[in-house]
């Protein structure tokens, strides 16, 4: 009689400046697959999870913003490589979460594409957004965009990976780094896509990924005083106006990504970039 | 100023062993075909010449020798190709092609650069940190652009051309081939390119990625050959497009045929830039800004800075500095990791380079060349200088493609300007000057397509370069070196 | 005061045109040395050249003169097991532990520096520095490694520093003066170079990088900076200036790097102990590590090396 070999289950942590804790909480909550099977108990980030994940993108800021664009696109480039090969895994998870197999096998090659597109942006987004002003004195006057700096993101609820990374990419790729909550009820990619994001040259503290209850954590993201920008991508009018009012404590950039079919191509575009860019503009006189 | 008493020694005492790179995971066929279709293939007639090591002056490998009828056959396969597959296809999957060759380039870097060195003579420290990087660099840029044309021109719909004619030349052979190549399939069209004559190796082992990569055949074509092997691309009925790169009177020749047909052109030629110190310079880093303008790639580098224009109150400190420096460049084997000044590419270019040596010295120049030793076999020119020369000197006015700086005093901004802009060319110019508003002010009056100021010979693949007047018509690089390879519908 | 407005003083002619430096032209220019490559017999003279510019060094509050004779041993047997080594230049401590070294040193050729003025900050009284400097060439030292007041140099007080410097000089008597910087105080290179004009106008015999005590000590680009400003002042006046890097060598390979700078920004007549030293104390035993791997083939364990 052939023994059937016991598997190893896995563990989600969260991801943060790098390394993988677990939530400094101790407090889990349980994701079931379709039939009610427990598959993990996910952390249950806490409001101190959050504060150091601030504190590590803020750390990995002055780096990743520093780099050229066009080490940001090989990684990106490299996070596309890394998922290609594990595309059979990310699959299993989305249909683990409910997806039907067709719809896996897109998203996951959706997730790669968009992936490879945010990458070919690095060093052109600046060209097409930047502009050199013909001012009227004699001065040399030039426009570009930087990165806002730390991010917090509320990633769709509705969608395991590819709408986490369609928020991810566009701003990491423009020299921010960030704080991601992933989805509630479809949590697992998100943390799978950070074992993703750690073999492909990202610096520790660019991206950190949380896993918890958007209900307990979503005012911080949008009243922590050291984050820039907020992006979020669901809630009904009541919560988009809290988390607006609360952005105002430090006059965050409000990013609403809601209704976006992220499974589109309107929904990637270099917009997306700027959103999370300042201009900033130079005066230099021209003379002997 | 200096005495004898002060003079620095630098060529006794410690010496740098030979550091010779290896070549034994290198690999060199011993004959190459044209590269049409997707594989290699005897030309029409046989014809082979050969790819000389011009530090050796042995012969490397054997290269197919292109007729009209090859040039035929590639343009045709350059046709099907885009038709049938390359026209149709998405841009984030052109893209995705693109993305693969940079990849495959960076991981067979070091067999270019060694490639590079051996078949053109530069020094294996410059093939291998900057040719190849920037080569694979350009075409992941590129890359990028495919999928996204229509945010580059506001208002306009991108539209491929269809089949374009290449022709580039032996001073940065696989870099020019990225150049051309990679904007060209970017763009959605297909290639038909040929090497020069003198370097054609690393156009092979390029093609050899191509068709490891996948890319589908006929994309890219590649046929090698001399003179008659590139007007037969040119003169093409079938060819939409013509990219050249190359010398001013080439150009000229070019810019004639194709006079009265509906073909888009760029052409990249020759320059005589004019790299300018002032006073108020970081004199130590403007040195090296001189060293890096004429010596690097043994001075065969269209946008070189091959004269220098020294503010008169420091000319003295400058020459001198730069003499110094001069002392410390190791010609010699360019597979020598320690060697800077290579060998020169062929016979014919030492004979030209010899023969503006002749006239400088006829013309009354004082000439001026380091002391380093040269080895016996081989094409080899001392970097040199030339003082007491004007702006009638014929070694200022002509470009002479070698190790040779002709250097000349200026009082003034205006003078300098005036004297900078006193050529047929216009491909680059360099600024050294502490003061901001006295780099801008240079930089807007200097009539050149790429300024360098406090810095020299820098290239990037998303920074335009090409050149005003003489030096050619149309940009490579970035953004603005898309529009070549597009036409825009409104 | 601004950097533009510094007063003529006949003692330090040309200091108010001091050459500007342009950082990212000097990186460049230090990272190209890096590419050179040294093997075989060039490699194996480089790395005696080294360890023979050595100048072993321990400063630390908790030096004791047990800990001052095991370096000096060390000074003396490098590495007996391999014959024909060079010895180090000199051993460099704290003023107290001079006639420990000197006693310990002997005979041999080798000297002793001390540190003086007031190490590392250089925050005391002009007259207890000098002091300090009498005792340690009472004691024995052979060279003085003093530091200049950096606060007095960002404020613009070039007098003040090229008077302190010239004081400590003559309390020096026949002992050499090396000046100590402290670059990564000064912040930009084109202060590293109006530091080392100024020094070398007041009497120093040597300029050194770092104290070794902050981040960032010696790094190529200030290095080349400083040698610089050692060849123009030597075309002015003939006279030569000795360099000292200190502080972060701690590998050969960028040690024999630091002399492919020299040898290419000097020439050879600064290659010698006389005219440049490394302030470094783990180099040593890498540089022995290297050499024993050139002459056994394979790779070396530090366990074969002693550390004192």
Sequence with gaps: ?288 | MSTDSTKLAFNDGWQYAPAPESIDHIQIDDHYGLFINGEFVAPEIDRYFESLNPATEKPLSNIALASEKDVDRAVKAARKAYTGVWSKMSGADRGKYLFRIARIMQECAREFATIESLDGGKPIRESRDIDIPLAAAHFFYYAGWADKLEYAFPARTPVSLGVVGQIIPWNFPLLMAAWKIAPALACGNTVVLKPAETTSLTAMKLAEVFRDAGLPPGVVNIVTGAGPTGAAIVNHPDVNKVAFTGSTEVGKIIQRSLAGTDKKYTLELGGKAANIIFADAAIDEAVEGIVNGIFFNQGHVCCAGSRLLVQESVADEVVRKLRDRMETLIIGDPLDKNTDIGAINSAGQLETIESYLSIGQAEGAEMYQSDCSVPDQGYWCRPTIFTGVSQSNRIVQEEIFGPVLAIQTFRTLEEGLTKANNTPYGLSGGVWTDKGSKVFKMTQKIRAGVIWANTFNKFDPTSPFGGYKESGVGREGGMHGLGAYLKLEA | MSIAAVPNDARMPGMSQVALVDEVGVKERAARFQTRSIKKESKIEALHMVLSMIDLTTLEGMDTPGKVKQLCQKAIHLHDAVPDLPHVAAVCVYPTMVGVAKKALGDHNINVASVATAFPSGMAPRQIKLEETRIAVDDGADEIDMVISRGAFLQGEYGFVFDEIAAIKEACGKAHLKVILETGELGTLDRVRRASVLAMHAGADFIKTSTGKIQPAATLPVTLVMLQAIRDFYYKTGKMIGMKPAGGISNSKLAIHYLVMLRETLGSAWMTPEWYRFGASSLANDVLMQLQKQAAGVYQSADYFSKD
Excluded at chain 1, 48 to 54: A, E, G
Excluded at chain 1, 171 to 180: E, Q
């Design chain 1, 1 to 288: 009689m052939a023994e059937t070999r016991i598997p190893v289950a896995k563990t989600y942590k969260i991801y943060l400046g790098g390394k993988f804790p677990r939530t400094e909480s101790g407090r889990y909550f349980p994701f079931n697959a379709a039939d009610g099977t427990v598959i993990a108990n996910m952390c249950r980030g806490s409001l101190k999870d959050f504060r150091n994940s601030v504190v590590a993108a803020r750390s990995a800021f002055a780096g990743w913003s520093a780099s050229t664009a066009y080490l940001r696109g090989q990684i990106l480039y490299r996070i596309a490589e890394m998922l290609e090969g594990r595309n059979e895994q990310f699959v299993s998870e989305l249909v683990l979460q409910g997806v039907s197999k067709r719809k896996a096998v897109k998203e996951v090659e959706a997730s790669i594409d968009r992936l490879i597109y945010y990458a070919g942006w690095s060093d052109k987004y600046q060209q097409i957004f930047s502009s050199v002003n013909p001012v009227s004195s004699s001065h040399f006057n030039f426009s570009v965009l930087e990165p806002t700096g730390v991010v917090g993101i509320l990633a769709p609820e509705n969608s395991s990976l590819l709408g986490l990374v369609s928020n991810i990419a566009p701003v990491i790729v423009g020299g921010n780094t960030c704080v991601v909550l992933a989805s509630e009820s479809l949590p697992l990619c998100a943390i799978s896509f950070a074992e993703v994001l750690h073999s492909s040259d990202v610096p520790g503290g660019v991206v950190n990924l949380l896993t918890g209850f958007k209900d307990e954590l979503r005012d911080q993201f949008a009243s922590h005083m050291d984050v820039n920008a907020v992006v979020f991508c669901d809630g009904d009018a009541e919560i988009s106006k809290i988390i607006q009012e609360k952005a105002a404590d430090n006059v965050k950039h409000v990013i609403s990504r809601r209704d976006q079919d992220w499974s589109s191509e309107k929904s990637q575009n270099p917009y997306l970039i700027s959103e999370t860019q300042e201009t900033k503009t130079t005066w230099h006189p021209i003379g002997s």
